[in-house]
């Protein structure tokens, strides 16, 4: 994501070195984050980056947390705050939206962000967290939570499948799961 994607009007110098990190991510991994590459993509000095992230494994961090962020906040504009059985039904069809249309790049930054998360335990956290306040809002949602939850985990495990490269899907297999969950989440109340 860059600052034009995902923020526009929002510039700082904080945000400019995430955007290039994220963009480093996407394109080349996380083994290849460093400071040096970062504060060349964004056009400052290393001691400019450095005044933000003292170290690599800081601008990691950070970049993960802005994710999830933005992710929650995302999903939160889209999906209001209240998780009655109709807005159940809202959230799951973004959800299935987001799990089989995401675009490349950021399908890029996540897949390499999940990786780093097995050799930077510190990084799962975040994402857990945000798991964990999906599910729980999920399972306020009146007598239709639990088929909620197992549409939301199974769209879930789609994505994560994916994005671990687990197990690519054909594009008929995509359009079956597609087509079956979609019925499945129109069926709701």
Sequence with gaps: MTVSDSRPGRSSSRDKLL???????AQYGVQNLTIDAVAAAAGVTKGGLIYHFKTREDLLTALVER???????HARSRNGAHSTDSSLKTQLCHLL???FDMPDKRRRLLTNLLAA????PHLIAPIQAL???SY???SHGGPHAGLAMVLAA?????????LLNLHRFTPQQRRALRETLERSISDLP
Excluded at 67 to 73: E, S
Excluded at 117 to 120: F, I, M, N, V
Excluded at 154 to 162: F, Q, R, V
């Design 19 to 25: 955007d290039a990190a994220a963009d480093l991510v």
């Design 67 to 73: 994710m999830v962020k933005d992710l929650d906040v």
């Design 97 to 99: 939206n987001d799990t």
């Design 117 to 120: 998360a097995s050799s930077h």
């Design 131 to 133: 798991y964990a306040r």
């Design 136 to 138: 729980e809002e999920a």
């Design 154 to 162: 199974a769209l879930d495990g789609i994505a994560l499948l994916e």
